[in-house]
């Protein structure tokens, strides 16, 4: 699939460029990106409203989409009515319509107000009828761009367990968002895009990193990362099951970074040792729940560095976060660095997790601003920690020390 | 191409019903005097056309064969049947554009929006063929038989109408001009149709001109079978017909070749 130029005069524009890809049954694809970057010219290609100017979309079956907000209502008329005029615009029969309505509105939840003029409602209420109205007319293929965000918690995570009852049942999904914590938990793989290129097409953790490294870090380190992947994909056939890290996901994560390439550019500061010690100053894997284990990592310098800052990120095994933090936000950044000075960082953490195997991840950062940084170095789950299991049986990843009581009422 | 236009209405129709009983009552929804504005237009246009032409052109409809039926509705019969074909038109150049979430949000097959504006001029010209009943009753009371002919009269301006409709909103699209262009179509069109005159007062040397537009048949059926009782010619009605389905196959074929294009351009 590729774009299609401009013609509004000017030099051409190409909004998409060799983008090419697969989405199976079953299978839900997320794609990333900048503002910008193409995201919803190339939904549009999908769903065919839209012609490529060169390449091809083959798609089988029938096409539910999102991709607008009260896009295909008409103000003027009842929800009812909008529902019955969108379904027919799907194709379905005034039969086919009748049996789903009741669903539809139980899942819309719209209440009294579905007898009442569309140009009415919410930007809440819309979504929800419009993600209704596609979603229980059980398309094969469901694309949905960023209209979901709309809705509140609650009815974001009941789109997206449906969504998961559509992909039992084989509908694809493509779906397009900013928010990388739902391109984890709901996609199989996720696509980056950057101004109409396709910079990363994978496994959703990979390109989660990647696409945050493209947002906060700085060029170099992101072309760093880049050739990185491409070299360890190359090196390593098996795909990682392992997330990379994320020091916090409102600030900026890491990026999938494994040992930065010796001869990759200037690389200002280095991570040279690291370990994980208990209360005894021993290297240990095992912690008992709620433990004092401290992460400590030598930072060598090679050029001189305003303000350093280092981040610890710990994750599950699904790649959940499970902890993270910064020197940042304890104001204890590392000023001052100079060329040939090496320093330590020890971040002491009582371990209050549950049992399970972790991964730990951590990086050092130059701070550039008010909340603007750019990565140094970073290594990804480079530590594994094991926390075995407390006396009581817990589940969760955050152990919470909890004291139970019980009466009895006469 | 031609297996696709004989399956589209199959697939299709209900949504074109659905989305032209929506239109017309769109239409009147939220104001004041509801459907009573479609029958009051139309009404009142008749009233100032009337007043205007008898009382001051002091013209006179000017063929002995019509003379009984009143001035005015054979004016009102030509008028509604030209609107049904005019109306679509005129909003032709910005269809598209009005519905621009259609085109670019939605997967919807927007050869459906010409036919949807077309069908709707139809039914209500069908809506605003009441007074002429009530008025027949009135004068003649009695209602020829042929009068329920009038809506398969009005079948070849709806045909025409949607032709027209699909080929001036494809290129509608692309050039907005053909908003200006459209305006002065139609006006021109209006007085080279005997809306206001039957065909007869046209002088013979140019009535040639007359005979080459569609519509000139379509009111003159129309003014036969609700006004003179007599049903219209059959080849006539066959050769206009004809006309209309032309006109579809080659609007459709216009509109879906330059459908690709729409959701660039707008």
Redesign the interface.
């Known amino acids: 699939m590729l774009g299609?130029p401009n013609?509004a005069g000017g030099r051409p524009f190409w909004a998409l460029k060799d983008v090419s890809f697969d989405v199976a049954r079953g299978e839900s694809i997320g794609i990333l990106g900048r503002n910008g970057s193409g995201k919803s010219t190339l939904l549009?290609i999908i769903?065919?409203?839209?012609?490529a100017t060169t390449g091809h979309v083959a798609s089988h079956g029938r096409?539910g989409?999102l991709?607008?907000l009260?896009?295909?209502f008409?103000g003027?008329?009842t929800g009812r009515?909008n529902v019955?005029?969108n379904a027919?615009?799907?194709?379905l029969?005034?039969r086919e319509i009748d049996e789903r309505m009741e669903e539809i509105l139980a899942f819309a939840e719209i209440g009294d107000f579905i007898d009442q003029p569309v140009r009415i409602y919410s930007s809440g209420m819309f979504v929800r009828l419009a993600f209704a109205v596609q979603a229980c007319l059980r398309p094969d293929i469901l694309v949905i761009d960023e209209a979901l965000a709309v809705g509140d918690e609650k009815f974001q995570r009941k789109c997206y367990a449906f969504m998961d009852s559509l992909k039992e049942r084989g509908t694809a999904v493509v779906l397009v968002t900013h928010s990388t914590a739902t391109v984890e938990k709901y996609c199989d793989r996720a696509l980056l895009l950057h101004q109409g290129t396709m910079h990363g097409l994978g496994p959703t953790s990979a390109i989660v990193n990647q696409y945050h490294a493209l947002l906060f870090a700085d060029e170099k380190t992101y072309l760093r990362l880049l050739n990185a992947t491409e070299q360890k994909s190359t090196r390593e056939n098996s795909p990682s099951a392992v997330s990379e890290p994320e020091a916090q996901s409102s600030q900026a994560p890491a990026a999938s970074a494994p040992e930065p390439d010796p001869d990759a550019g200037v690389q200002r500061a280095r991570i040279s040792q690291w370990a994980l010690l208990d209360c005894d100053g021993a290297s240990r894997e095992y912690f008992r729940p709620g433990e004092q284990a401290t992460l400590r990592f030598t930072v060598e310098c090679r050029d001189t560095i305003a303000e350093m800052q280092a981040g610890v990120a710990i994750r599950t095994v699904e790649g959940v976060l499970a902890y993270g933090t910064s020197t940042d936000y304890y104001g204890q950044n590392m000023m001052d660095a100079r060329i040939g000075q090496s320093f330590d960082f020890c971040f002491e953490i009582a371990l209050f997790l549950c049992a399970g195997t972790y991964f730990i991840s951590f990086s050092v950062a130059e701070k550039l601003g008010q909340g603007d940084m750019a990565y140094l170095d970073k290594k990804v789950d480079q530590i594994v920690l094991r926390v075995q299991e407390p006396d009581h049986r817990i589940s969760g990843i955050a152990y919470l020390e909890t004291r139970m009581r019980q009466y009895r009422h006469q | 191409m031609l297996h696709q236009l004989l399956s589209w209405p199959r697939k299709n129709c209900q949504l074109v019903a659905a989305m032209t009983a929506r239109e017309i009552a769109s239409r009147f929804r939220g104001s004041l005097a509801g459907l009573a504005w479609l029958l009051l237009t139309p009404l009142l246009v008749l009233a100032i056309y009337h007043f205007v032409f008898t009382e001051i052109f002091k013209a006179r409809w000017a063929t002995p064969a019509s003379d009984d039926a009143p001035f005015a509705l054979s004016l009102y019969t030509g008028l509604i049947v030209f609107t049904a074909f005019s109306e679509p038109v005129s909003r032709a150049p910005g269809l598209l554009a009005a519905h621009v979430n259609l085109v670019k949000r939605v997967v919807f097959p927007l050869e459906a929006l010409p036919m949807v504006a077309a069908c709707s001029g139809g039914v209500i010209a069908c809506l605003q063929a009441a007074p002429i009943i009530a008025g027949l009753v009135i004068w003649k009371q009695s209602l020829p038989w042929t009068a329920i002919l009038f809506p398969l009269m009005l079948l070849p301006v709806i045909l025409l109408a949607f032709g027209v409709t699909a080929i001036i909103s494809a290129f509608g699209a692309y050039l907005t001009d053909l908003s200006h262009l459209t305006g002065i179509l139609l006006t021109a069109a209006m007085f080279l149709s005997p809306v206001f005159y039957p065909v007869e007062a046209v002088p013979e040397a140019v009535r040639w001109l007359y005979q080459l537009n569609p519509l000139t048949a379509s009111i003159e059926n129309a003014r036969a079978v609700l006004l003179d009782g007599v049903p219209p010619p059959f080849l006539g009605y066959l050769r206009g017909l004809a006309t209309g389905l032309l006109a579809v196959v080659i609007g459709a074929a216009v509109f879906v070749w330059l459908k690709p294009g729409f959701a660039d351009v707008l």
């Open positions: 299609r013609p549009q769903c065919g409203t839209l012609r096409i989409a991709l607008e009260g896009a295909g008409n003027n008329f009515e019955r005029l027919m615009i799907m194709g029969s005034r």
